[in-house]
């Protein structure tokens, strides 16, 4: 039975007050570590299970998701059915944000206020899974979830009626990751508030045709008011 696992990057260089979208910003001396020990723990239930996992690891495009992704090619590199490849998709960021990408909510408040084509956003706008900021390139949480859903999606189809049990990795960005697993029916819509995901933590799922997507390792994080956005 073919499976998957999502994963949230480690951590990284945040900026402060800053929606994390797309910036740029490489993995902490501290995240890179977690991710590693994360893998880890990883590899023992794969040895556990006999599992081998499919060589084409998928990663987001950011720096941050990237260099996640590098460090499980690296710890897991005699789990993997072949040599090991990470792709990039852009499929799989996180929500963009669009022309005011990398300024603090803040300054996108006062963007806002200052062109007279646009509405004041509503209170909690960041964290607003259907709200789309009204500049060019930007999209809202649902539809950076859907994207991620899809591509997910397109993988299933590839694999769902092979003899396949090799296990695929989707590296990507919390808040996304939360909204497609939404679409895709693992999580309920109040469960993306609710939940977050460790960083560098997988969460693994079987597949099977005509079935719901199982969780089969891995926990969610319980949100809580003090944790860094994603």
């Given at each position: 039975m073919p499976c998957f696992a999502v994963i949230r990057h480690g951590a990284y260089e945040q900026l402060p007050n800053v929606p994390s979208a797309l910036q740029p910003f490489a993995l902490t001396v501290?995240?890179?570590?977690?991710?590693?020990?994360?893998?880890?723990?990883?590899?023992?239930?794969?040895?556990?299970?006999?599992?081998?996992?499919?060589?084409?690891?998928?990663?987001?495009?950011?720096?941050?998701?990237?260099?996640?992704?590098?460090?499980?090619?690296?710890?897991?590199?005699?789990?993997?059915?072949?040599?090991?490849?990470?792709?990039?998709?852009?499929?799989?960021?996180?929500?963009?944000?669009?022309?005011?990408?990398?300024?603090?909510?803040?300054?996108?408040?006062?963007?806002?206020?200052?062109?007279?084509?646009?509405?004041?956003?509503?209170?909690?706008?960041?964290?607003?899974?259907?709200?789309?900021?009204?500049?060019?390139?930007?999209?809202s949480l649902w539809q950076a979830g859907q994207r991620v859903a899809e591509h997910i999606q397109a993988w299933q189809r590839r694999v769902q009626h092979q003899d396949d049990q090799r296990l695929k990795l989707f590296i990507g960005h919390g808040a996304s990751i939360r909204h497609g697993m939404c679409q895709l029916e693992v999580l309920t819509f109040d469960d993306i508030k609710r939940l977050s995901m460790f960083y560098g933590h997988p969460v693994v799922f079987?597949?099977?045709?005509?079935?719901?997507?199982?969780r089969r390792f891995g926990e969610w994080k319980q949100r809580h008011t003090l944790d860094v956005p994603d």
């Open positions: 501290e995240g890179a570590q977690e991710v590693h020990q994360q893998a880890q723990v990883f590899a023992q239930w794969l040895e556990e299970n006999d599992i081998k996992l499919d060589p084409l690891v998928d990663s987001s495009t950011l720096l941050r998701a990237w260099q996640t992704a590098s460090i499980y090619v690296e710890t897991l590199r005699d789990y993997f059915d072949g040599t090991p490849q990470i792709e990039s998709y852009s499929a799989l960021c996180e929500r963009s944000v669009g022309a005011v990408a990398n300024l603090t909510i803040d300054e996108i408040e006062r963007v806002l206020a200052l062109d007279p084509r646009f509405s004041a956003p509503p209170k909690g706008w960041k964290s607003d899974s259907h709200y789309c900021l009204p500049f060019d390139g930007a999209e079987d597949i099977a045709p005509q079935s719901p997507i199982k």
